[in-house]
């Protein structure tokens, strides 16, 4: 099976309501979809997007996260990593 290079931008989410604000998974989804604009509308890269907003150690590494097989999934329980990112 092929393999092809993957990134992501992790944002962790949480439903207390201490931090329902920042990082509930509607404020999360807000934020991603703000990177991604930025990234179609600006052209910023995504190496760029991922050290200024990713929480994984990945950023320093523009969000690498390795080889991984075509078209199978990823991360836990074979969940795409970052489902908000996708379409």
């Not at 990234?39 to 523009?62: M, N």
């Amino acid at each position: 099976p092929e393999s092809v290079a993957a990134w992501h931008i992790f944002k962790e989410t949480t439903t207390t309501v201490e931090a329902a604000a920042t990082s509930s998974p509607e404020a999360v989804r807000k934020e991603m979809n703000a990177i991604r604009a930025e990234a179609v509308d600006r052209g910023t890269s995504f190496g760029v997007l991922a050290q200024r907003h990713s929480e994984a150690e990945s950023r320093k590494q523009g969000g690498f996260i390795g080889n991984v097989q075509a078209g199978r999934p990823f991360g836990v329980a074979g969940k795409p990593i970052n489902p908000v990112l996708e379409k």
